[in-house]
């Protein structure tokens, strides 16, 4: 379903990655390591055309990214940023912020999907009244990612979806990304519970992406 | 009642105050003070002028002519006040003042008015001068706060359209902030007159003999005039910013986005 093939990943005149390949299956699961400012985030983002900077194809579901409405690729392939933006008011309007865009006109959120979500994340129904902003990191973490979740993309972009969160409570997410989740998942993670349990495992050393292991 | 240019003159001895103020104190404000004042008479001079050939010669040519040289003059202050490429902005100022104008204008004209003739330069410049003079300002505050808010809140803007909102949905909170924020003083003011102040306009006919009715009158539809025109031309403003501001991919381009860094 997910094709990428780089020639060249670039931030400004720098080259961050050469000869990348990855290949991801319908509701496939990859991780993603390496260390900061190496090049996670802006591979991430060739498939969701936030970055641009690079030389090559990415194909989705057979199509090329660049050839795409942006609209139509964003809202299959929802990216979840490690510290994301929620919205103003309480969690419940954050909650509904996406299905206001034209996209997702034909679509609601539906409340018994959002009970399982808060659920599988350890986080009570009352938080949906609380204000954006009085939410700790890994509330908001959470948060964002049910969000994502609700609006059941065919790919999730996760970026350190772990990095605010308790183990026990990671412990649980992680289960529930792979397990539950029927979307592809990419995603980064430097947390080695999560880089273990997922069946693809993919680490940039220099300017190389070199897979760890497979199952 | 006419000012004759020797009690002119001698009002400049009041500026014997603020002069005297300003050394006591040490503000350090005379120079600058007394510069404000050469510049300002230079300017009225000529501006007098000009106006006194307009109302001479009264032609469409000349008055549409002078019309369009204010706008040019009102495009210019935008760019200088606001920290982007004035290429890219040129079109987005432009356009809506242009626009607002070729709206509001004609209606004053040939609706609500009726002057003799209609294309009058003495009724037509000075209350273009306050739609236009208006319309400047708002429009150069709403897109300075629209440009900086959206680069202090870029990650809202790259959340939004990472789940699938166009540029327009995800700076519609933006948006809607710069076109309150042009037009809530503007509302206030409205409420105010009359019992704060007298406007300047209102005064000025009032001073020059016309009866309070008609200044009144006139008052009341500059008012509406300036508020339609602003609310209009930071509208039209904003969106043309909006859609000129992302490239295909919906990223900012580069040059609005860093415009202040380096």
């Known amino acids: 379903m997910i094709e990428i093939r780089l020639e060249r990943l670039y931030h400004d005149e720098r080259t961050l990655l050469r000869d990348v390949e990855i290949s991801i299956p319908e509701g496939g699961k990859v991780v993603l390591s390496g260390?900061?400012?190496?090049?996670?985030?802006?591979?991430?983002?060739?498939?969701?055309?936030?970055?641009?900077?690079?030389?090559g194809v990415v194909r989705f579901h057979g199509n090329d990214v660049r050839e795409m409405n942006p609209v139509e690729l964003r809202h299959r392939v929802i990216e979840v940023m490690q510290e994301p933006f929620l919205g103003r008011g309480k969690v419940r309007d954050a909650m509904q912020i996406p299905f206001q865009f034209k996209v997702n006109h034909d679509r609601s959120l539906d409340p018994d999907r959002l009970l399982l979500l808060l659920k599988s994340f350890s986080l009570p129904e009352s938080i949906m009244d609380q204000s954006v902003d009085?939410?700790?990191?890994?509330?908001?973490?959470?948060?964002?990612?049910v969000r994502a979740m609700l609006l059941e993309p065919d790919v999730l972009l996760l970026d350190e979806p772990s990095s605010a969160l308790d183990r026990e409570i990671s412990k649980k997410v992680l289960d529930f990304v792979l397990n539950k989740c029927s979307a592809a998942v990419l995603c980064i993670s430097h947390d080695?519970?999560?880089?273990?349990?997922?069946p693809i495992h993919y680490t940039i050393e220099g300017d190389r992406l070199v897979r760890v292991k497979e199952i | 009642m006419d000012i004759n240019w020797i009690g002119l003159g001698l009002s400049a001895l009041l500026l014997i105050i603020p002069i005297i103020i300003s050394r006591l104190k040490k503000l350090n404000l005379v120079g600058t003070l007394l510069k404000a004042f050469a510049r300002m008479v230079i300017q009225l001079a000529m501006i007098g002028l000009v106006l006194e050939y307009l109302f001479k010669w009264n032609?469409?040519?000349?008055?549409?002519?002078?019309?369009?040289?204010?706008?040019?003059?009102?495009?210019?202050?935008?760019?200088?006040?606001?920290?982007?490429?004035?290429?890219?902005?040129l079109?987005?100022?432009?356009?809506?003042l242009l626009a607002s104008s070729l709206i509001v204008m004609p209606f004053v004209i040939y609706v609500v008015v009726r002057p003799e003739p209609m294309l009058d330069a003495r009724f037509l410049i000075p209350i273009f001068g306050m739609v236009l003079g208006n319309s400047m300002n708002s429009t150069a505050l709403a897109l300075e706060r629209f440009h900086s808010?959206?680069?202090?809140?870029?990650?809202e803007y790259y959340t939004y359209i990472s789940m699938g909102a166009t540029p327009r949905e995800a700076t519609f909170g933006f948006c809607q902030k710069a076109l309150k924020m042009s037009m809530m003083p503007r509302i206030m003011n409205i409420s105010a007159i009359g019992i704060?102040?007298?406007?300047?306009?209102?005064?000025g006919q009032?001073?020059?003999?016309a009866s309070p009715v008609t200044a009144i009158k006139y008052q009341i539809m500059i008012m509406i005039a300036i508020i339609t025109a602003v609310t209009l031309t930071v509208f039209l403003a904003l969106r043309l910013f909006t859609a000129r501001m992302f490239d295909e991919h919906y990223l900012p381009l580069p040059e609005v986005m860093d415009s202040e860094e380096s």
């Open chain 2, 206 to 209: 009032i001073l020059s003999g």
């Open chain 1, 35 to 55: 260390e900061t400012g190496s090049g996670k985030t802006s591979l991430l983002h060739t498939l969701n055309r936030m970055n641009m900077g690079w030389n």
């Open chain 2, 149 to 155: 808010d959206i680069r202090s809140s870029w990650k």
């Open chain 2, 91 to 96: 079109p987005v100022i432009v356009f809506p």
């Open chain 2, 196 to 203: 704060i102040a007298l406007p300047g306009m209102m005064s």
């Open chain 1, 134 to 145: 009085k939410l700790s990191g890994g509330e908001k973490q959470r948060i964002a990612m």
């Open chain 2, 59 to 89: 032609t469409p040519a000349s008055t549409i002519g002078w019309m369009l040289i204010m706008i040019g003059a009102a495009v210019h202050t935008i760019i200088s006040r606001l920290d982007i490429n004035w290429r890219f902005l």
């Open chain 1, 192 to 198: 080695p519970v999560w880089q273990d349990a997922f």
